[in-house]
């Protein structure tokens, strides 16, 4: 009952940026949650950030320093700021809403970064 749309991904140079937007809606008020994750060819899911209801932040060792996880103040659109990109982050972004229960309750459609040298 909650649907995901994330936005933002494009082609971008490496050390430049972007910034992926995840826009929530239908039953927000079960979100406890939001993550970004990454997928590329051949590789298997990565987790890459987390913000939490509370506003607490997780990232993977990875984008530390580089990448900032956000929410506007109707906390219905979660952003991913990405700096400093590098060819290895060339994936396809999804987001990914937890619910109460601690279970994952939706997935966005994705969105390709690529990253060129």
């Known amino acids: 009952q909650v649907q995901l749309v994330e936005s933002g991904g494009g082609l971008v140079q490496a050390g430049g940026s972007l910034t992926l937007s995840c826009a929530a809606s239908?039953?927000?008020?079960?979100?406890?949650?939001t993550d970004w994750f990454r997928q590329a060819p051949g590789k298997e899911r990565e987790f890459v950030a987390r913000?939490?209801?509370?506003?607490?932040?997780v990232y993977v060792d990875s984008v530390k320093g580089r990448f900032t996880i956000s929410r506007d103040g109707a906390k219905h659109t979660v952003y991913l700021q990405m700096n400093s990109l590098k060819p290895e982050d060339t994936a396809v972004y999804y987001c990914?809403?937890?619910?109460?229960?601690?279970?994952?309750?939706?997935w966005g459609q994705g969105t390709q970064v690529t990253v060129s040298s």
């Open positions: 990914a809403t937890i619910v109460q229960g601690g279970t994952y309750g939706a």
């Open positions: 913000l939490t209801w509370s506003g607490d932040t």
């Open positions: 239908g039953r927000t008020f079960s979100i406890i949650a």
